[in-house]
């Protein structure tokens, strides 16, 4: 139910507009207009049908006066109606927004029923073409997020064309994962669908709902088994990576009980599992994926709760970064301990951490959310060699095998325009680039051979700009709709050291 303030403050809105005393004014019913208004296309649980599902969690970063906008006027590129005047006044609208923003009374129910029952099967996989039928090299593909109006771009790296566009479901996590052989893609959305599209025949071949609300996924190495972390429920679910059927659903909880949500999962290859950061409980998972239909879990405990992972190269080490953004710790997998301390204040956000070698010893360098600088930690010591000064907090940091240069943006900061150039070898900023000027312009992504970078102008009618790496000189502008992420199919499946894993 809405909380008391709102339904007050709805009750004094319909008062004055029909010219009566508060005492006498009835205040509008939010679950009763949420039955008749929304309900068909949200779900009358408001776990979403059609429509995304109006939960707090699913919501992000909205915020209530937003959300009343789009009630009165309804969201471009999606099917959301605006609802006059005459069908919902100010009172009502007020009591709706209030009414999704506020948390259920329980934990859903969404296990191996609902998600079997939820799954959609586009193409029969077995008439999938066996070879690339657009031409391009398979390998040098991007998959760009398009959050503008909820779409998805397949783009040629080699000529920066678009080989196929299509819509996604709400509210698409910015990361894509691919299969090993890059020929799958598998994009997961904060309402929990996971979509597996072709990248061959540039179909969708299926999807399927595995949580409420969804972090991300994650792909095994072996290409079986997809693992998709929840913050509602507060699971863990293995999927068949083939027809994406449900092979297991792990509650996340600690000895007592006590559920947490997932913060992210990812896949480890010389492990053989995956690993899941949460959010509520001072622990990481460790899961196999190399007996079918069995997930054993192993729990290692922590100094804090992690929000957040980065791997030395051979995986032997897990940082993370503390929930209170002043510090980060180091687990040795073999042992299941912790074995350093970082320090990173300032809220690292590691999961858009490098590896590269500078003079001799192979470093890692990560921007921070709260703090204007770059930090860079010698692996073989865990000690910081450098704080790169930036223009502002950043949130993404790229860098390939075949270029000296690292690629960075100050997303956080004052100056969101700007895409620092460090020169890996000094380990000083040499160019700064101004793509867009005045747009937010961040996350950079390489091509293949790494000849040239690709910077998203993140506005809804924003770009993809491609440069050539070694001159900085502007190669290609490609029109987008607030791309907030894309991704190369062999640095992904490569797990180049200058991407994301």
Known sequence: MPTTRSVALAALALSAAL?????????????????????????????????????????????????????????????????????????????????????????????????????????DPATLPAAPQHGADPLNLFTVVEAGDHHVSIVDGDRFTVLDRFPSRFALHGGAKYSPDGRFVYLASRDGWIAKYDLHSLALVAEVRAGVNTRNVAVSADGRVLMVGNTLPHTLVALDAGDLNPLAVIPVADAAGNGSRVSAVYAMPPRGAFVAALKDIREVWEIPWGEPGRFPVRRMETADHLDDFFFDPPYRHLMGASRDGRRGIVVDMDAGAMVAELDLPGMPHLGSGISFSHEGRTVMATPHLREAVISVIDTGTWTTLRRIAMPGPGFFLRGHETTPYAWGDAYMGREKDV?????????????????????????????RDGRHALVSVMEDEGALVVYDAATFAEVARLPMRKPIGKYNVWNKISYSSGTSH
């Open 19 to 123: 010219h009566l005393p508060p005492a006498f004014a009835a205040p509008p019913d939010p679950a009763r207009l949420f039955t008749e208004h929304c309900a068909a296309c949200h779900g009358g649980d408001r776990l979403g049908a059609i429509g995304p599902a109006l939960l707090p969690e699913n919501l992000g970063r909205l915020k209530p006066a937003e959300a009343e906008s789009i009630i009165r006027h309804g969201r471009p590129a999606t099917q959301m109606p605006g609802f006059a005047a005459d069908v919902l006044d100010d009172a009502a609208v007020t009591a709706l927004a209030a009414y999704v923003f506020t948390p259920l009374p329980a934990m859903p129910v969404w296990g191996e029923a609902e998600i079997t029952a939820s799954r959609i099967l586009h193409r």
């Open 419 to 447: 895409i620092p150039v460090i020169d890996t070898r000094t380990l000083e900023i040499v160019r700064t680039l101004r793509p867009a000027p005045g747009k937010l312009t961040a996350h950079v992504e390489f091509t």
